[in-house]
């Protein structure tokens, strides 16, 4: 009736409201598509600890080559989503798939693991990384007080959650000023090293193979953290509903955003290794700001100034995103009602967006959150392999779907031997209990889902009726 901020889109339900709505969601268009994605991309990985592939791989020539076989590996992960996001053209990427093709049960697990832990945690440690290099320049010698950080990473927070519930154009404008300032960084520092290139610093390249690991384990961490740096690919097919023509845009932006972000991380590692020794990339603290000290003084602030408008950007995309995932999950009954909701004055999932946030917030009080990402990050790599077991599964079972873009089979069907390795090296390699404890956390999912979403139990309705009228009416001030 117009006078309440936020209604209800629920699959089948208002139809007309639906179509206005979504056609009124619907302000992504191709540019801001690949923003999305390479602005996601490119978080503080790149800039702060591309050591750990070094680590792993042991030398520089197996370091670059495994920094260009994950952007490879990026991009065919991203054709099957394109090819999924085109057929399928819902939000909420592999909650929408994993539902389509096996139902609601994988996919409520899917929603469950990511919309609880690894979507808010991920948005904390971004911020959190945002907040170190913000607040560095005023602590010159010695590293922020922790309780600085944290205020600095929750007040990002709360800028970011406020200004993704105002305006999907506003989020959208955020998103592609950060990703240009961040590409101009990196153009900076891949002009440099092309330079001193030019000018023969390549004894570091010399002999490149030199001390390479041979180990299972290692070689699949290495991808492990490398494929973490890259890790956003998929960020677009969660808000497919609102990007103007998916047909087009959807892999458009995936065939022009990961490559880019492949050539940018080769580049800039290479970059790296012209001015450092493999002994004192792997020292450093933050690559990024010795490579600046090196090679930019006395201009060298300019290198973490940009760090930080990168991560602001980066934690707006992730921010961006995850709030669409719970918003899908909450119309699609597996989350409370009031996530299903969106503002009619906005046209944002303002309360799926404030969920986020909150969580991320309570994720920031701990003092570390890395471990627990690490482990629940092999959780991810689950999903993307039953995502792509998805597409071949459908192939057969859904002939009847429209695919506007259709990949070789042979792509999912490597991305699914691709993810169990991903999966199951780093387990055999160095199993340790925090693995289970992020198997039973996932699985303890269940719990909620029999008697919340299967058989709907009495008293747990109206317990979530309850909550959900009490902040619809809070909407009405």
Excluded at 8 to 31: N, W
Excluded at 47 to 52: A, E, L, M, R, V
Excluded at 396 to 421: E, Q
Aim: charged share 10%.
């Amino acid at each position: 009736n117009g006078e309440c901020s936020l209604v209800r889109l629920r699959s089948g339900t208002f139809p007309r409201c639906f179509k206005l709505l979504s056609y009124l969601f619907a302000k992504v268009g191709l540019l801001s598509g690949i923003c999305l994605i390479v602005g996601t991309m490119i978080g503080s990985g790149i800039f702060i600890s591309p050591k750990s592939v070094l680590l792993y791989s042991g030398a520089v020539g197996p370091c670059l080559l495994i920094w260009a076989a994950c952007g490879v590996l990026s991009t065919l992960g991203a054709l099957c989503y394109a090819e999924l996001g085109t057929m399928i053209t819902k939000s909420g990427a592999e909650y929408s798939y994993l539902k389509e093709c096996f139902g609601p049960l994988p996919a409520y697990l899917f929603s469950w693991t990511t919309v609880m832990v690894l979507k808010p945690s991920a948005f904390a440690i971004i911020t959190l990384s945002f907040a170190e290099y913000a607040s560095a320049p005023f602590y010159p010698g010695c590293s922020p007080p922790l309780i600085v950080t944290k205020c600095l990473s929750a007040t990002a927070i709360f800028l970011i959650v406020s200004v993704n519930c105002l305006s999907v154009k506003l989020a959208s404008y955020v998103q592609n000023i950060f990703t240009a300032a961040k590409l101009f960084i990196i153009l900076i520092i891949v002009v440099s090293g092309i330079v001193l290139l030019a000018q023969g610093h390549t004894e570091n390249l010399s002999n490149a193979f030199d001390g390479s690991s041979s180990s299972f384990g290692s070689i699949g961490l290495a991808f492990y953290n490398g494929l973490w740096a890259y890790d956003g690919w998929n960020q677009l097919n969660f808000i497919t509903e609102e990007l103007k023509d998916p047909y087009r845009n959807l892999p458009l932006a995936i065939l022009i955003g990961i490559p880019l972000v492949s050539v940018c991380y080769v580049m800039v590692n290479l970059a790296y290794f012209t001015v450092m020794t493999t002994t004192e990339l792997l020292l450093s603290p933050a690559v990024a700001v010795t490579f600046g000290d090196r090679v930019f003084y006395p201009l060298s602030w300019i290198v973490p100034l940009f760090v930080v408008l990168s991560t602001f950007g980066s934690a707006n995309g992730s921010c961006f995103t995850a709030g669409r995932l719970a918003y899908v999950s909450g119309r699609e009954g597996h989350m409370v009602k009031i996530l299903s909701y969106i503002s009619l004055r906005h046209y944002t999932p303002s309360p799926a967006l404030i969920l986020n946030g909150l969580l991320a917030i309570c994720y920031i009080i701990p003092a570390d959150i890395n471990r627990l990402i690490n482990y629940f990050s092999i959780a991810q790599w689950v999903f993307y392999g039953l995502t792509a077991l998805a597409l071949i599964v459908m192939r057969f079972t859904r002939k009847d779907l429209h695919r506007p873009v259709k990949v070789p089979i042979v792509i999912p069907g490597l991305m699914v031997i691709v993810s169990c390795y991903l999966v199951l090296a780093p387990i055999i390699d160095k199993p340790e209990m925090e693995y289970l404890y992020c198997a039973a956390f996932i699985f303890c999912g269940l719990l909620l889902y029999f008697p919340f979403v299967h058989w709907k139990v009495s008293w747990g309705t109206k317990l979530t009726s309850e909550y959900t009228t009490v902040f619809y009416l809070s909407s009405l001030f």
